[in-house]
């Protein structure tokens, strides 16, 4: 169906570069009529972003339905949609599936009978454009009507356009004449906003668009044709058509099959009742009948205009059943209709947080309070995001005055126990999710509950939790899936295992169960079972999914076939919807069969459109220099220069700027990396590159082998955003950095805070610690990519990390004692642990040593240091470990209050050239210096100790092995220059490398 008659191939009148016209507005004429000029190229000459959303009510016979449909194909404006709301039926939508075109989007009400309004009205709700053209299906339409009409309203910066007159025909007497002048429903383009809802009777939308607008009256009444009304009065105005104007509406309109398609009789109409009240909306509302309520409100609004909340009740009932970004649409246009009213912002929060922007959705909160300060949705959302944010002692206040303000808030009693689980404070909150479960009923209480007492040790209590749950509330795979959490939260994947066979039919049909069963038995060594199920499914389009079918290909040694999966999803497309170890995957393959070339470009051509893109687009970038300099190695090519800040995705950072919260002074981005250069700059022999640079990783090993080599005292820090929380910040942030401290804590030592005095005791102990190391690790570009790309987060974790790399480029003032760094130190990269150990480097550095100390809060560190590195291990001096971790050893013993000062005391006792490894968080960096100050060589292990122990806490590099391997121990062995230039590190003889698992 092309809605073209028998004529030209050309879809042009000859007449179609010009057409009279007259502008009106609120006021009167604009001006005397005129002539408007189009031009013969007219589809180009307006940008392409102007998309027209034609709304088609289908309630009449199919085939007047179809020929209005082939009419909206037959446009030769190319930015388009088509929104039929079909309320006859099921007859149309077989032909819109046969026809596949995505332009046409096909909407059943949930009833029918409804008014040709509320049809309307549902319509445009669903629509994505900016702009909104009636496309009835009892008319004909030119397929030059959307494009002239369209460039008429852009020439004159009108909102609405009309045909002045339209065609009418006479199917008897096959005459074809026009309308007497009159603005006519039908023939309506404008702006969404201008399309009031409702309307009043034939023409009432066009009407009150003519009314309060600026509006462009078309004179081309061969753009639509319709049927010609009977009657005397009907005919009175009207005037018979140019015969050249007659012959081409003859020649393009298919009329013959118009007249056969009326002459079909009309499906029964359906009694349809619909009260227009606000309290008849709420109800439908409160009985989940959502269209019901769409229409109700859509009937206050069109009789009195409708109040704020009149128009975000029908928004609100419109997200239950219409397209999220059309949602989205409705809340910015009531945030502009209405400038001084909460309502629009708030709805348009609400969406930004439905989509995953949660930067946009703070400063859409942000703006509701503005506009009214105790606008009580907009402070509820404001505290949950920042509970969602890791803000829980800021939040946490906020909302206790809010549950007093609206105690049946249930939404408030679960942020108040998400609160408690992020201070880790595991008691109260209990007693919180056990309060939402008997005061609200809250679905997600049960599994938190279950968490709460299983990191409590209550692991019986917890099982019974969920077998206790009503299956009215917990269908099965809800509760194998909970099982499932619990059992990985617990670390007994034998568990995991049993739930999800315990009914495989169920499993491999349940999406989400069937990822945990391909993820159980690749982690069981059962990888051939998790590829054939992969397999069978398909990779599919969600990333989770992705994520684990592709590590099951890998661990059944089909990477081939992994590898094509992974090269199929180098789009940007599929790129921007990926996950960030996905990602990092699919350069990583892109890299090796197409070049780094390729990898940078797929990466670049990434939009950043949100918070969580440009922060993987960042790290990938880095992560991608490093898997170059380690493929550099393994291939026997030279190591690839420094990162440039050239590439598209760097550069993307500078648009970040806008997304920074207010509270942070200046640019935190410009600071860091002013602050790292003047650190590069500064410091001789910079080694901040040890992730991407084996040079530089084998000169911090070589340092510290040779220290082991000579018996030379060494303390060797690593300094990170937690470090950072303890020395002093930079002008205007310093009033943060109590706070910031109080929500480290929570991750150091659970609900025990220390006074101003213990914490000022710390910092001062901290910066003599820094003072007297001989090697430190700073925060790298690297790592503030991680932190600053999520700037609605950028809380304790980024000023904690500004205030190191700032510390060495003076920009924050020097703690009591004065300067931290000094010229004799060497400065490295704060993640130089994990860098040696995905390069492979503590093997020939521990290997050799034969025995040494630990510090540590893991008992089965001393057994895999022997198990690792044959290293006997002579003495372990225990502290708790970190509580967001592991439960403490000794139940209410704090780290600093009760160990602290015993551990410095033992560690007095260390002998001269004595080897320890530190893995005690902020205060391992002072029993490094205290091991250094009798004689001893302190290295700060950090979580590649938990690593080694086989439990994973830090994010770390996916080609970390935490081992040494064959195929670098090969790339060594063909580096002679590598290997002679370090000769502290070789291995000590007859080491044997372990082999990978």
């Known amino acids: 169906m092309t809605g073209a008659g028998t004529g030209p191939a050309d879809p042009r009148h000859a007449f179609a570069d010009r057409a009279p016209a007259r502008v009106t507005t609120a006021l009167g004429p604009a001006g005397p009529p005129m002539m408007l000029r189009f031009g013969r190229d007219l589809s180009n000459a307006i940008e392409a972003d102007h998309r027209i959303s034609c709304i088609l009510v289908a309630r ?28 006859g039926d099921e007859g149309l939508a077989g032909h819109i599936e046969d026809l596949a075109d995505r ?7 949930g009833r029918r009978g409804r008014p040709s309004d509320a049809l309307l ?5 669903e629509a994505l454009g900016p702009f909104i053209c009636r496309w009835d299906e009892d008319c004909l339409h030119d397929p030059l009507r959307l494009e002239l009409q369209f460039r008429a309203l852009a020439m004159q910066r009108a909102t609405a356009c009309v045909l002045a007159r339209r065609g009418e025909w006479e199917p008897d007497s096959d005459r074809l004449m026009v309308s007497a002048p009159q603005p006519l429903d039908p023939s309506l383009l404008c702006r969404r906003s201008a399309m009031a809802p409702g309307g009043d009777g034939p023409g009432g939308a066009a009407r009150a668009a003519v009314s309060q607008h600026r509006v462009v009256h078309l004179d081309l009444p061969q753009m639509l044709l319709a049927i010609a009304p009977a009657g005397q009065d009907a005919r009175a105005g009207r005037s018979a058509l140019t015969p050249d104007v007659a012959g081409s509406m003859r020649c393009r309109l298919p009329l013959a099959a118009f007249a056969a398609a009326l002459r079909e009789p009309l499906p029964a109409p359906s009694a349809a009742s619909i009260e227009g009240s606000a309290a008849t909306a709420v109800q439908a509302m409160r009985e989940g009948r959502f269209e019901d309520a769409f229409d109700s409100w859509s009937l206050v609004i069109g009789r009195d205009g409708g109040s704020p909340a009149d128009h975000a009740g029908r928004i609100a009932a419109q997200s239950r059943f219409c397209r999220p970004q059309a949602t989205h649409a409705s809340w910015r246009d009531l945030a502009d209709r209405f400038p001084t009213a909460p309502e629009g912002p708030y709805g348009l929060g609400r969406s930004h947080l439905a989509a995953g922007r ?13 506009r009214a300060a105790d606008h009580l949705p907009s402070r509820i959302e404001l505290a949950i995001l920042r509970v969602d944010q890791g803000q829980d002692l800021q939040a946490e206040d906020e909302l206790l005055r809010l549950a007093a303000l609206a105690p049946a808030e249930p939404r408030i009693a679960r942020a108040l126990a998400i609160a408690a689980m992020g201070r880790l404070d595991w008691p109260l909150a209990l007693q ?19 968490v709460c007492l299983a990191t409590m040790g209550r692991t019986d209590e917890a099982w019974a939790v969920i077998e206790g749950v009503p299956g009215a509330i917990w269908d099965k795979p809800t509760r194998i899936r909970i099982k499932c959490r619990i059992g990985r939260l617990l670390h007994d994947f034998g568990a995991v295992l049993a739930a999800l066979e315990a009914d495989l039919e169920l499993a491999t049909a349940d999406d989400e169960l069937r990822d945990m069963l ?8 059962r990888a051939d079972q998790a590829a054939d199920l992969a397999a069978r499914f398909g990779i599919g389009r969600d990333p989770r999914h992705q994520e684990r079918a592709i590590q099951a290909l890998i661990a059944a040694d ?8 992974l090269l199929a999803l180098a789009t940007p497309a599929a790129l921007h919807r990926t996950s960030p170890r996905l990602l990092r995957r699919i350069l990583a393959v892109q890299r090796r069969h197409e070049g780094p070339t390729a990898a940078r470009r797929a990466l670049d051509a990434i939009v950043s459109s949100d918070d969580v893109t440009r922060t993987m687009r960042l790290s990938a970038l880095f992560e991608g220099e490093f898997e170059e300099s380690r493929a550099a190695l393994e291939e026997g090519r030279p190591l690839p220069p420094a990162l440039s800040r050239d590439s598209a995705t760097f550069a993307s950072a500078s648009a970040w700027r806008a997304e920074i919260p207010r509270s942070w002074p200046g640019d935190p981005l410009r600071r860091a990396w002013d602050a790292l250069r003047i650190v590069r700059h500064r410091s001789a022999g910079c080694l901040l590159d040890v992730s991407t640079n084996l040079a530089q990783a084998m000169t911090v090993a070589d340092r510290i082998a040779r220290a082991i080599a000579t018996g030379q005292p060494l303390s060797v820090v690593r300094l990170g955003d937690g470090e950072g929380n303890f020395l002093p910040y930079a002008d205007g942030e310093e009033p943060q950095r109590r706070l910031d401290q109080a929500n480290i804590q929570q991750l150091w030592w659970g609900r025990h805070r220390l006074g101003e005095d213990d914490l000022g005791a710390i910092e001062q102990a901290l910066a003599a610690a820094v003072r007297v190391a001989d090697i430190v690790g700073i925060p790298d570009e690297y790592r503030l990519a991680l932190a600053l790309g999520r700037p609605e987060a950028a809380s304790g974790e980024a000023r904690g990390l500004l205030a190191v790399v700032e510390q060495f480029a003076g920009y924050a003032p020097a703690p009591t004692g004065g300067a931290l760094f000094g010229p004799r130190q060497i400065i490295t990269g704060s993640n130089f642990n994990n860098a040696l150990a995905a390069w492979g480097l503590w093997e020939p550095l521990l290997g050799r040593i034969g025995a040494c100390a630990v510090v540590t809060g893991r008992p089965d560190l001393a057994a895999a240091l022997t ?12 502290v708790p470990p970190e509580a967001k971790y592991l439960p403490p050893s000794t139940p209410g013993q704090h780290h600093y209050r009760d160990v602290y000062a015993r551990t410095l005391e033992a560690l007095a006792t260390v002998r001269p050239g004595q080897v320890v490894l530190v893995a005690a968080g902020i205060l391992g960096k002072i029993y490094c210096a205290r091991i250094r100050e009798a004689g001893g060589i302190a290295i700060d292990v950090g979580s590649v100790a938990d690593g080694w122990c086989g439990h994973v806490t830090r994010r770390i590099d996916e080609s970390a092995t935490y081992g040494w391997t064959e195929d670098l121990a090969a790339a060594f062995a063909r580096r002679p220059d590598l290997d002679a230039a370090f000769p502290a590190l070789r291995p000590a003889t007859g080491y044997q490398p372990a082999r990978r698992t």
Do not use: C, Y
């Open 60 to 87: 009449g016979s199919r085939s007047l339905a179809r020929l209005a449909i082939g009419a909206f194909q037959a446009q030769t404006w190319p930015h388009r949609e088509l929104v039929i709301v079909d309320d």
């Open 103 to 109: 332009r046409i989007h096909l909407v059943r009400p």
């Open 121 to 125: 009205e549902r319509g445009i709700a």
């Open 358 to 370: 949660d930067g946009a959705a703070r400063r859409a909160f942000e703006m509701a309070l503005a």
């Open 432 to 450: 919180r999710w056990q309060k939402a479960w008997d005061d609200f009923g809250a679905p997600s209480a049960p599994q938190r509950i279950a």
């Open 518 to 525: 391909i993820e159980a038995w690749t982690n069981a060594r």
């Open 558 to 565: 089909r990477s081939a076939e992994a590898d094509r999966h």
């Open 867 to 878: 198990t690792r590195f044959g290293l006997r291990v002579e003495r372990t001096f225990a």
